[in-house]
T-cell receptor, first 114, second 115 residues
């Protein structure tokens, strides 16, 4: 089985401040982890992924995420938030072996205030 | 620039009608997926396909059906629409085993309203 938890429905941050969107996962084996962003009335856009190697991965639009195996977490971070970062963010996981589709978290709405 | 196309973007239809949501991709991906998403909520996998003539039901039970006769095309059909089917439907695709680690490419979605 595989699952993802995003414990915060919404994160509020002031423009220019650092942001963190939390994600924890559960898989039976090694994980492939992803972050996607969704703007209103749109599909999901890929931000970044962790497959193997360096625990800190960098992605689009200045976002990065840190894989922590002991805490089974993959938190999304950005050093300085922009108003345009306001959107819905989804964490997703799948086990690295076998034929499994991605399992998505419930999403976290990021609101960046000017 | 979308490489996966969903039509229509918006659909309002009466109860009992048959509808087909279209999804096509131009990337040659062998795997395709349908997710159902209520506005601003989590995504639930309802169908997936790992190749032509291969379809499986996802984690969320759905009254819809799918077909995969061509690699690029993965339509979803509701034989008799009901108000409980009102939702957003997202189509996605991914590449072959050694490339699927790059994750999915999503279409823009179809927002379905059944009245």
């Amino acid at each position: 089985a595989q699952s993802v938890a995003q414990p915060e429905d919404q994160v509020n941050v002031a423009e220019g401040n650092p942001l963190t969107v939390k994600c924890t996962y559960s898989v039976s084996g090694n994980p492939y982890l992803f972050w996607y962003v969704q703007y209103p009335n749109r599909g999901l856009q890929f931000l970044l992924k962790y497959i193997t190697g360096d625990n800190l991965v960098k992605g689009s639009y200045g976002f990065e995420a840190e894989f922590n195996k002991s805490q089974t977490s993959f938190h999304l971070k950005k050093p300085s938030a922009l108003v345009s970062d306001s959107a819905l963010y989804f964490c997703a996981v799948r086990v690295s072996t076998g034929r499994r589709a991605l399992t998505f978290g419930s999403g976290t709405r990021l609101q960046v205030q000017p | 620039e979308a490489d996966i196309y969903q039509t229509p973007r918006y659909l309002v239809i009466g109860t009992g009608k048959k509808i087909t949501l279209e999804c096509s991709q131009t990337m040659g991906h062998d795997k395709m997926y349908w997710y159902q998403q209520d506005p601003g909520m989590e995504l639930h996998l309802i169908h997936y396909s790992y190749g032509v003539n291969s379809t499986e039901k996802g984690d969320l039970s759905s009254e819809s059906t799918v077909s995969r006769i061509r690699t690029e095309h993965f339509p979803l059909t509701l034989e008799s629409a009901r108000p409980s089917h009102t939702s957003q439907y997202l189509c996605a695709s991914s590449g072959s085993l050694d490339r699927e680690i790059y994750g999915y490419t999503f279409g823009s979605g179809t927002r379905l309203t059944v009245v």
